[in-house]
Structure formats: C-alpha cells, structure tokens
C-alpha cells in the first residue's frame, strides 16, 4: 500500500470510528421514540458529499427528494478530481429499519437522526469510489427534485 492509500484507508477508518460512536446513540434516541420506518425520510433534504475515488478526490452537494415509500431522486453538483459537472440526477430505492439505520438502494448504509431531519451515510463501492455524506432536511414538502 502507498503512503497516498495509506492516509485515505486512516482517514476512513476514523471517519468510520467516530461515526460508530454516534450512530448507536442517535439510533437509539430515535427507538425510543417509537422507531423509525420509510415515513421517517419524506421531503427534500440538502446534503453534502467528500470521497475518493480511484481518479482522485470527490465533494459534491445535491438536493435529495424522498417519497416516504422507499423512492428517492437526487439533482447533483459534483467535482469529480477538480473537474466540475452540474445537474447530474439519479434515483434508487430506500430502505428504513426501526433502530433507525438503513440503506441506499440495498448496500449503502446509513443512520437517521434527529426524528428524520437528518441523516449521515458512509459507504464504500464497487471500484474503490468511498464517501460521507450528510442530509438536513430543508422541507417535507411533496415537490420533487430535478425531472
């Protein structure tokens, strides 16, 4: 491994620790309260992305849509190793568990906290593209994202 791999597996895997610490207590806070379901992530949340990739680093910010019945969208502005594009839209599926923790479209796990106004994802995919994002969300309106 490189000294470049190196930083970027020890960068991750403290973004990965300090996340296993909060995740468990926002998850848990949100059992709490009766659990978390599909319904829990409904409206237009804000979100911002960093990664790697195997072409160089990644950051990004977008606007998500998603249907409280396990679909969502996105529009995104992405900078893919400084090279920007704009308006990039993809749409999948969601699925919610009710500790609170799910995953995008089947693998891409992620925590929701606070009632559903926010959510912190991590997650790793085919190619060696890793990143961390985080959703706010900025209305629970019915109106989608992008097409």
């Known amino acids: 491994m490189n000294t470049r791999q190196t930083r970027v597996s020890l960068w991750l895997s403290a973004i990965a620790l300090a996340l296993a610490g909060l995740a468990p207590a926002s998850a848990e806070q949100e059992a709490q309260g009766g659990g978390c379901s599909l319904a829990s992530l409904k409206g237009t949340y804000g979100s911002y992305r960093t990664g790697t990739a195997p072409y160089g680093p990644v950051a990004a910010q977008g606007l998500y849509y998603l249907d409280g019945e396990g679909g969502w969208n996105l529009t995104l502005n992405i900078s893919r190793n400084g090279e920007i594009s704009l308006d990039e839209y993809w749409e999948g599926e969601y699925q919610v568990n ?50």
Not at 99 to 117: A, E, H, L, S, Y
Not at 122 to 127: M, Q, S, T, Y
Not at 135 to 141: A, D
């Open 98 to 147: 009710e500790d609170c923790t799910g995953n995008i479209d089947g693998g891409i796990p992620f925590v929701i906290v606070d009632g559903g106004k926010g959510v912190y994802l991590l997650g790793a995919l085919d190619g060696g593209f890793t990143m961390y994002e985080v959703w706010t969300r900025i209305s629970n309106g019915r109106g989608k994202v992008g097409r």
